[in-house]
C-alpha cells in the first residue's frame, strides 16, 4: 500500500513539474519546490534515490575512519 501511494505521489507530482512550464499555475498554492520535494521522497521511497544529485536535500555522505586518523585541518 505505501509503494502504491508513493508511486500515486511521484506520477503527481512528476506532471505537475512537467505542466508547469507549459500553461499557467494550476494550483497556486503548490509551487515547484513543493512538488520536487514530493517527488523526490516518494522516488525514494520507491528505491530510486535521486538526492545524491540534489546537494540542496543535505543527504550526508559517510566520513570514512580514515579521516578521523589524519586530525583537523589548519591552515595558516
Same mark, same amino acid.
Request: charged share 25%; glycine share 6%.
Given at each position: 500500500?505505501?509503494? %502504491?501511494? +508513493? *508511486?500515486?505521489?511521484? &506520477?503527481? @507530482?512528476?506532471?505537475? $513539474?512537467? /505542466?508547469?512550464?507549459?500553461?499557467?499555475? =494550476?494550483?497556486?498554492?503548490?509551487?515547484? %519546490?513543493? +512538488? *520536487?520535494?514530493?517527488? &523526490?521522497? @516518494?522516488?525514494?521511497? $520507491?528505491? /530510486?534515490?535521486?538526492?545524491?544529485?540534489? =546537494?540542496?536535500?543535505?543527504?550526508?555522505?559517510?566520513?570514512?575512519?580514515?579521516?578521523?586518523?589524519?586530525?583537523?585541518?589548519?591552515?595558516?
Amino acid at each position: 500500500m505505501k509503494k %502504491a501511494l +508513493a *508511486l500515486f505521489f511521484a &506520477v503527481l @507530482s512528476g506532471l505537475y $513539474l512537467l /505542466v508547469m512550464g507549459i500553461t499557467p499555475d =494550476p494550483l497556486p498554492f503548490i509551487d515547484e %519546490a513543493t +512538488a *520536487l520535494l514530493v517527488l &523526490v521522497q @516518494s522516488l525514494a521511497v $520507491l528505491g /530510486v534515490d535521486i538526492r545524491r544529485f540534489l =546537494p540542496f536535500f543535505g543527504k550526508k555522505v559517510p566520513k570514512s575512519k580514515e579521516d578521523d586518523k589524519k586530525g583537523p585541518v589548519v591552515d595558516v
